[in-house]
């Protein structure tokens, strides 16, 4: 592979067939349909990696709030060798995707951006030397699909317009990039800390939650925005996910696109400092008082 790094996102993982790369132009011959002989063969071994705003909408269309969402149909994996959490719908035991019905799936005007591309993916791929990634895309041919039997052809171009998946792309495609850019920019960035994983957990899955801590006090005391883009991050999910985006690149490079208040981060500091002082009192003083009660014991002990 020429380039530094890619990612595969959205085909299934555990698949052992090698993909083919296609690009927009190139046709696809395929067509899923109630009538095919495997209909819903493919989400009774489902394996489904989710992406920001594949959640969105899924617990939009749910009614659910999103840490309700993660809790009743996600289960966690790790995206990468430095634990980024990576999240896929949750199955039963025998593998089978919870919205799959004998007619097919429940949540089909939401299915996520992997649901929408199969038996094709997306492969992202970036050098460390360019800013931008390349676009590219697979085909994957696994036996028990009859789809690929059909006499249907369209361009995978025609094929991501008539799954409706261009739009998850392009709302997806930062966190792509960010995916990417830390995937070859791995060694000199290095290992991220707990707290910016759990930043970019909530943030790119838990959106509800991240609104709550967008929206706290300490939050605002820290970054400058206006009230309109506050009242905006309070009732628009798209917008807050973008303004998640731009906070992960923040944490966890050091791009700093959103204004901090002048002096806050100044004064973060000195609130920390003065929060350990009060720790470290704390500890000298419990530590006095242990010293003091073995004394008295052992005074009680020759007595
Ligand atoms: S979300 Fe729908 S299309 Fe995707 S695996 Fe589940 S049932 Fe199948
Ligand atoms: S044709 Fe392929 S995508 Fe359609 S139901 Fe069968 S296995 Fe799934």
């Known amino acids: 592979m020429s380039k530094d790094d890619s990612f595969k996102f959205n085909l299934p993982h555990s698949s052992p067939v090698v ?8 046709k696809l011959k395929f067509r899923c349909h109630r009538g095919v002989s495997c209909w819903n063969m493919c989400c009774s071994r489902a394996d489904v990696t989710l992406a920001p705003y594949d959640i969105i909408r899924l617990k939009n269309a749910l009614g659910m709030d999103s840490t309700e969402f993660l809790k009743q ?3 966690p994996f790790e995206l990468d060798s430095h634990n980024v959490p990576g999240l896929k719908l949750r199955t039963d035991d025998s593998g089978a995707c919870l919205f799959m019905k004998e007619e097919g799936c429940s949540v089909y005007a939401d299915r996520p951006t992997a649901c929408r591309y199969y038996p094709s993916g997306l492969l992202s791929m970036k050098s460390i030397s ?3 990634d390349e676009r590219h895309f697979l085909l994957i041919k696994e036996d028990h699909c009859k789809g690929h039997d059909e006499d249907h052809i369209q361009t995978i171009a025609e094929y991501r317009k008539e799954q409706g998946v261009e739009i998850y792309d392009d709302l997806n495609h930062e966190w792509y990039q960010i995916i990417l850019k830390k995937k070859s920019t791995g060694p ?15 943030a790119s899955y838990d959106i509800d939650r991240f609104r709550r ?4 006090d300490a939050f605002i005391k820290m970054y400058d925005l206006s009230d309109e883009e506050y009242a905006e991050l309070e009732t628009d999910d798209i917008a807050l996910m973008k303004f998640g985006f731009q906070l992960m ?31 470290k009192q704390a500890e000298i003083a419990d530590h006095l008082r242990k010293q003091e009660e073995a004394r008295k014991a052992a005074l009680d002990d020759k007595d």
Request: hydrophobic share 40%.
């Open 19 to 26: 993909p083919t790369r296609l690009e927009l132009d190139d």
């Open 73 to 75: 149909h996600t289960v």
């Open 213 to 216: 801590f967008v929206l706290s």
């Open 188 to 202: 000199t960035i290095g290992k991220p800390s707990e707290m910016s994983l759990q930043l970019f957990f909530m």
């Open 130 to 132: 360019e800013s931008t």
């Open 249 to 279: 690149k923040q944490v966890f490079f050091g791009e700093m696109t959103i204004k901090e208040r002048e002096g806050a981060w100044e004064k973060r500091v000195e609130e920390r400092r003065e929060i350990l002082e009060l720790r």
